[in-house]
C-alpha cells in the first residue's frame, strides 16, 4: 500500500497527533493541562453545559484569496460572509480571553492568511503567550522579506498547499496558482530555515488527491525527498457543506485509483471524512473565529447565518457565557441523553459526520443534489 494510500484511509485529524502531543508538552502548563483533562472528561460524559474551555483557537486573519479554486467557497465567491481583514488589534482582543487555556492557534481558515501582512505580528504575539501557532498557506504571493518573516516569527508549523507534481496539473485545480512559484518558495525557505540552523517552522507538503493528479502522487513524494520537506501528507478531497450538485462534482473531482473514506455502502462522506462516533470534538476543543468576529461551529461552516455567536471588538469577551450559548449547548445536546429545554436546531443538526445519541433522531442522509434545509429559530 502507498503512502497516498495509507494516509487517506486515516481520520485527517489522527494523522498530526505527533504534532499536536508536541504542542501539549511543549505549551502546556498545569493550569491548561487541567482544562484539558476537564475538556475530555467533559466530552467524554457528553455534558451539555461545560466548565472547561476550548484549548485550540482558529481564527481566521482574512477571508480574502488570490486563488479561485472550484471547490472553495471563497475562491467561488460563495462564503455567504462579508470578506474583510482581521486588524492585529482586534486580534489581540479576541484571542486574549483564550491564551491562558490554549495549546495552538491556527491562523487560517477560509483565506490566504499571508494576504494580511498584519499576520506575522499575531504569529509573534501568540508564541509570546506561549501558544503553538499554526498556518497553511498556497504560496503563490510570499516575497523574499515574506519567508523570512515565517521564520522570524516564530511560527511552528507551516502547511502549503500543493496538488500536482507538474504546472499542468497543479493548475487544473489551483485556478490562477503559479505551481513554479510555489515550489520555489517551499523550497527556499526550507534553504534558509535550514542555513539558520532553525528546526521551525514545519514544513508539510499538502497534496490533495483528486482525478487529475491522482496519477502524480508517487511523482510528488519523490520531489518531497529532494526538496528536504518534513512531512508529505495525502488528504481525500472533499466539496463544501453546503454544495448542491454533489454527484455532479464528485463525478468531476473524486480520484478513481485511491478512494479514501467512505461509508460501506459507498455514499459520500462530507469532507472525504468517515462517519465518527460522538459527540463531536469541535463543540468542546475548538473555537473558530472569522475576521468579522463572528463564532462559527466548526471550520467547515462558513455561512454567516450560521455562527453560534459574535464578538464585539470594543466590549469585553465573557468566554465562558459565549460557550455556553443556546446554540453551543443546543449542538451538544444533539449527543446528550438530557432533554434540553428550549433546545434550538443549528448547523450541527444537519451534520453527518459524528453520530448522535440514539435517543436523538439523526438527520435523513440528503439524497444527491439535494441542498441542506435548516430549521430555522425565530430569533
Known amino acids: ?133 499554526n498556518l497553511s498557506s498556497n ?33 487544473k485545480y489551483r485556478i490562477r496558482g503559479d505551481f513554479d512559484r510555489v515550489l520555489a518558495n517551499m523550497t527556499e525557505l526550507i534553504r534558509r530555515r535550514n542555513a539558520r540552523g532553525k528546526k521551525t517552522p514545519v514544513v508539510e507538503w499538502q497534496y490533495i488527491v483528486m482525478k487529475p493528479n491522482e496519477h502524480e502522487v508517487a511523482q510528488a513524494e519523490v520531489m518531497a525527498k529532494k526538496i528536504g520537506v518534513d512531512l508529505i501528507r495525502f488528504i481525500p478531497v472533499g466539496m463544501p457543506f453546503e454544495f448542491r450538485n454533489r454527484q455532479e462534482v464528485a463525478d468531476i473531482w473524486y480520484p478513481e485509483s485511491v478512494k479514501g473514506r ?26 473558530v473565529v472569522n475576521p468579522d468576529g463572528g463564532i462559527s461551529p466548526c471550520c ?11 464578538l464585539d471588538p470594543q466590549e ?12 453551543y449547548q443546543s449542538a451538544r445536546s444533539l449527543f446528550s441523553p438530557e432533554v434540553l429545554q428550549g433546545r434550538k436546531p443549528t448547523v450541527c443538526d444537519t451534520c453527518d459526520i459524528f453520530a448522535y445519541h440514539p435517543s436523538k433522531a439523526r438527520p435523513r442522509r440528503r439524497p444527491e443534489g439535494e441542498p441542506i434545509q435548516l430549521h430555522r429559530s425565530k430569533s
Open 262 to 287: 467512505q461509508d460501506s455502502d459507498g455514499t459520500e462522506q462530507q469532507f472525504g471524512q468517515a462517519g465518527k462516533p460522538g459527540p463531536c470534538f469541535y463543540l468542546y476543543r475548538s473555537m
Open 1 to 133: 500500500m502507498s503512502l497516498a494510500d495509507r494516509l487517506l484511509q486515516k481520520i485527517p485529524q489522527y494523522t498530526r497527533n505527533a504534532r499536536h502531543l508536541r504542542s501539549v508538552v511543549q505549551h502546556g502548563t498545569p493550569g491548561k493541562w487541567a482544562n484539558l483533562a476537564r475538556v475530555e472528561y467533559e466530552r467524554m460524559r457528553k455534558r451539555i453545559q461545560v466548565a472547561s474551555h476550548p484549548y485550540l483557537l482558529i481564527i481566521d486573519p482574512c477571508n480574502f484569496c488570490n486563488l479561485r479554486c472550484p471547490l472553495c467557497p471563497t475562491g467561488l465567491n460563495d462564503l455567504g460572509r462579508e470578506q474583510s481583514m482581521l486588524s492585529f488589534e482586534h486580534f489581540k482582543h479576541y484571542f486574549d480571553p483564550h491564551a491562558p487555556y490554549l495549546f495552538e492557534a491556527y491562523l487560517h481558515n477560509w483565506g490566504e492568511s499571508l494576504i494580511n501582512k498584519d499576520v506575522f505580528r499575531m504569529i509573534d504575539y501568540a508564541q509570546s503567550r506561549n501558544v503553538g501557532t
Open 300 to 310: 467547515v461552516v462558513y455561512r454567516k447565518n450560521r455562527d453560534f455567536g459574535q
Open 316 to 327: 469585553g469577551i465573557d468566554l465562558p457565557r459565549l460557550w455556553n450559548s443556546e446554540k
Open 139 to 171: 504560496m503563490v504571493i510570499p516575497t523574499s522579506d515574506d519567508l523570512d518573516q515565517l521564520i522570524d516569527s516564530g511560527l511552528e508549523y507551516l502547511v502549503v498547499s500543493l496538488d500536482g507534481a507538474t504546472p499542468e496539473t497543479y493548475s
